[in-house]
């Protein structure tokens, strides 16, 4: 699907069968940095790279609650939290789920640091950011603009 955008940055999208109506999701990723300004990254069930935990905002869920239950699924958080959005990104069209996201980013701060692997993934670890900079993978990647923006915000 084709989209260009006029000066005024309203996006438009020629091939969409209606003018105003599109499948739309909300994805919600949470940066938690330890003492030592490590990231908590996470590699999901059947993916071969690593993002930071986060996930979809479901119909009728508020967005603490969906970080909650994201990680919990994700790292295994039960601790609460503190949290912070650093970033709200442009929505961008997903050819793989046919739809728009649009990712809000967050700076989280646990009242525990005690995290396991959750049912929705297979590893877990603190690591420095530096080490996605340059890496081939688009979402890790993001791992080190995201750290770099939390660091940013909590100083």
Request: glycine share 6%; net charge negative.
């Amino acid at each position: 699907m084709n989209q260009d955008s006029n000066a005024s940055g309203v996006v438009k999208y020629p091939d969409a069968n209606r003018s105003n109506d599109y499948l739309f999701r909300v994805s919600l990723k949470a940066v938690i940095l330890n003492e030592s300004r490590q990231v908590l990254i996470v590699k999901e069930h059947d993916r071969d790279w690593w993002d930071i935990p986060g996930g979809g905002l479901d119909h009728g869920e508020t967005i603490k609650g969906a970080l909650v239950r994201e990680l919990y699924e994700e790292v295994g958080l039960e601790a609460d939290f503190e949290y912070e959005a650093i970033l709200v990104e442009d929505p961008r069209f997903q050819q793989s789920h046919n739809l728009y996201q649009m990712r809000v980013t967050f700076v989280v701060t646990p009242e525990k640091y005690e995290f396991s692997v959750g049912s929705d993934s297979d590893e877990i670890m603190f690591i420095n950011p530096n080490e996605f900079k340059d890496s081939d993978i688009i979402t890790e990647q993001k791992i080190y603009e995201y750290s770099q923006l939390a660091v940013k915000r909590l100083n």
